[in-house]
Each structure stands twice: as C-alpha cells, then as structure tokens.
C-alpha cells in the first residue's frame, strides 16, 4: 500500500528555514509527479510547489517563488521542500502527495485534485 510520510516541521521565527522530506513507502515514486501543499484552518489546500518526475519541470505559487526550492531524491524514494526566508503567512499544516506521470502543466501540478496518494501533513508554524 502506497505511504507518504512527512517529516522536518516545527516552529521558528521570519526569516529562517526549514527542510521538508517526504518518505514513499509501497511504492517508487520515480515515475510519479510529485508536489507539496499547504492548508490553514478554514481556507482551502493550495499548491505550493512541485516537480515532475525526472525533476526536469518544476513548479511554485508565486508567493513562495524565489523563498523555496522543490526537489527529489528517487534513489532514496523521497521529496523534499527547501524553505528559505519564511513569513509568519507561510504558517500552515504542509503535505505532500504524487501522481502517475502524465500532464504536468502548471494548472494541474498545482491543483490538490491531480493528485492521489498524500500524505498526513507536517505543521509548520512561523512567528513575527
């Protein structure tokens, strides 16, 4: 059974960084798209950023542009999320999910229903 796993969240202050990983089990996520999310409560998931499956195409929400970087390792069947000069706006519960490699334009990399195996999520909280 597919498993994603997330881990590297916690709490820090604007202006600095975490690196978020993304574990595969079940499965190889090397023909798979991958991305990273972002909910807060009441408001929809939205997409972050995301990577195709030979990492060759990448994508970002323009708010973290520039800030995050977006990157896999499909020897050691993980993701991962780069996240540089953070804003207390980038406070969010944060998961990652893959696709079956196909249509990879940037509408659909970053729309959470092309999407279908996810993982639980990873807080990630910010302060001023």
């Known amino acids: 059974q597919a498993h994603l796993v997330e881990s590297g969240g916690g709490s820090v202050q604007a202006g600095g960084s975490l690196t978020l990983s993304c574990a595969a089990s079940?499965?190889?996520?090397?023909?798979?798209?991958m991305g990273w999310f972002r909910q807060t409560p009441g408001k929809e998931r939205e997409g972050v950023a995301a990577i195709s499956y030979g990492s060759a195409v990448t994508y970002y929400t323009d708010s973290v542009k520039g800030r995050f970087t977006i990157s896999r390792d499909n020897t050691k069947n993980t993701l991962y999320l780069q996240m540089n000069s953070l804003k207390p706006e980038d406070t969010a519960m944060y998961y990652c999910?893959?696709?079956?490699?196909?249509?990879?334009?940037?509408?659909?990399?970053?729309?959470?229903?092309?999407?279908?195996?996810w993982g639980q999520g990873t807080q990630v909280t910010v302060s001023p």
């Open positions: 999910a893959s696709v079956e490699g196909g249509t990879f334009y940037y509408r659909q990399a970053l729309s959470p229903s092309s999407y279908t195996v």
């Open positions: 079940g499965y190889t996520i090397s023909n798979t798209n």
